[in-house]
């Protein structure tokens, strides 16, 4: 069992940035994915950005540009740095460890969230 815990939301207007953290409970070096999720209101969870078994991370269309995730494994923990936000980034953010087999996951954990609003 892993526990992450999210920090680092809030609200922010048009333009602005927040660095999401993510800490984990124990390493993080065995899952083969590593990123995080958002949820924007009456959506599905869907992905923002991730480490899946390599060493470039994978970006949503969406944000690519203005979003970058990175994770310091000494820290056991996993960072989204938001830059340029937009009112449509508006969502709970959650990250997520997993080990991925293909397109079937094994284990997953999931962090509790962190609220993200973006004025206009």
């Known amino acids: 069992q892993v526990q992450l815990v999210e920090s680092g939301g809030g609200l922010v207007q048009t333009g602005g940035s927040l660095r999401l953290s993510c800490a984990a409970s124990?390493?993080?070096?065995?899952?083969?994915?590593v990123g995080w999720y958002h949820r924007a209101p009456g959506e599905q969870r869907e992905l923002v950005a991730a480490?899946?078994?390599?060493?470039?991370?994978n970006y949503a269309d969406a944000v690519k540009g203005r979003f970058t995730i990175y994770r310091d494994n000494a820290k056991n923990t996993v960072y989204l740095q938001m830059n340029s936000l937009k009112p449509e980034d508006t969502a709970v953010y959650y990250c997520?460890?997993?080990?991925?087999?293909?397109?079937?996951?094994?284990?997953?954990?999931w962090g509790q969230g962190t609220q993200v609003t973006v004025s206009s």
């Open positions: 997520a460890v997993g080990v991925l087999y293909g397109k079937t996951w094994g284990e997953r954990y």
């Open positions: 124990g390493s993080i070096l065995r899952f083969n994915h």
């Open positions: 480490f899946t078994s390599g060493a470039s991370p």
